[in-house]
T-cell receptor, first 111, second 113 residues
Framework: GQNIDQPTEMTATEGAIVQINCTYQTSGFNGLFWYQQHAGEAPTFLSY????GLEEKGRFSSFLSRSKGYSYLLLKELQMKDSASYLC????????????FGTGTLLAVQP | SAVISQKPSRDICQRGTSLTIQCQVDSQVTMMFWYRQQPGQSLTLIAT?????????ESGFVIDKFPISRPNLTFSTLTVSNMSPEDSSIYLC??????????FGQGTRLTVV
């Protein structure tokens, strides 16, 4: 079966660092993606990991361990505008490489 | 990245009726995907639409309820048929680019009353 788990909600303080974890068990794997979704808007692409290790992109970094079926998204220097849902998704590696989405984590950044 | 235009952006429909959602991409793409996002939930894939062939539906979704057209490489439609309040969701079309996963249209917020 396909299973992707994330914490449902997290709260953090402006200026701080927050780590959002994602664990997955899928029949295939062709990359792990993180998306940001503000309320009422479509998801927007944040990062992509296909090999183990850390990918850094400005204030956002994403880590992958394929052997552990584990990823995290690290957000630094949090800003109020970072309050959003963060979605972890796995490419299933099939013919269409469709994405399987996790449950999503709602992050609230407080002053 | 592809630019995806989806319409309508929102609609309120009577139960028992049908709504067709359109998705236009600014470049030719092989695969287009239709997702549903129920209130407070993550995204669930409805089907994959490949030009020139029938759509491939995920478990729990059937063609009679969600017929899909894919007449060319830049356009697709999803119809939500015989709607009930349980169909109230956001419906999103997307295309995939290698290494970037899915890019999404702005979504259609459907309310069934």
């Amino acid at each position: 079966g396909q299973n992707i788990d994330q914490p449902t909600e997290m709260t953090a303080t402006e200026g701080a660092i927050v780590q959002i974890n994602c664990t997955y068990q899928t029949s295939g794997f062709n990359g792990l993606f993180w998306y940001q979704q503000h309320a009422g808007e479509a998801p927007t692409f944040l990062s992509y990991n296909v090999l183990d290790g850390l990918e850094e992109k400005g204030r956002f970094s994403s880590f992958l361990s394929r052997s552990k079926g584990y990823s995290y998204l690290l957000l630094k220097e949090l800003q109020m505008k970072d309050s959003a849902s963060y979605l972890c998704a796995v490419g299933d590696g099939g013919a269409t490489n469709k994405l399987i989405f996790g449950t999503g984590t709602l992050l609230a950044v407080q002053p | 990245s592809a630019v995806i235009s989806q319409k309508p952006s929102r609609d309120i429909c009577q139960r028992g009726t049908s709504l067709t959602i359109q998705c236009q991409v600014d470049s030719q793409v092989t695969m287009m995907f239709w997702y549903r996002q129920q209130p407070g939930q993550s995204l669930t894939l409805i089907a994959t639409a490949n030009q020139g062939s029938e759509a491939t539906y995920e478990s729990g979704f059937v063609i009679d309820k969600f017929p899909i057209s894919r007449p060319n490489l830049t356009f697709s439609t999803l119809t939500v048929s015989n709607m009930s309040p349980e169909d109230s969701s956001i419906y999103l079309c997307s295309v995939a680019e290698q290494g970037f996963g899915a890019f999404f249209g702005q979504g259609t917020r459907l309310t069934v009353v």
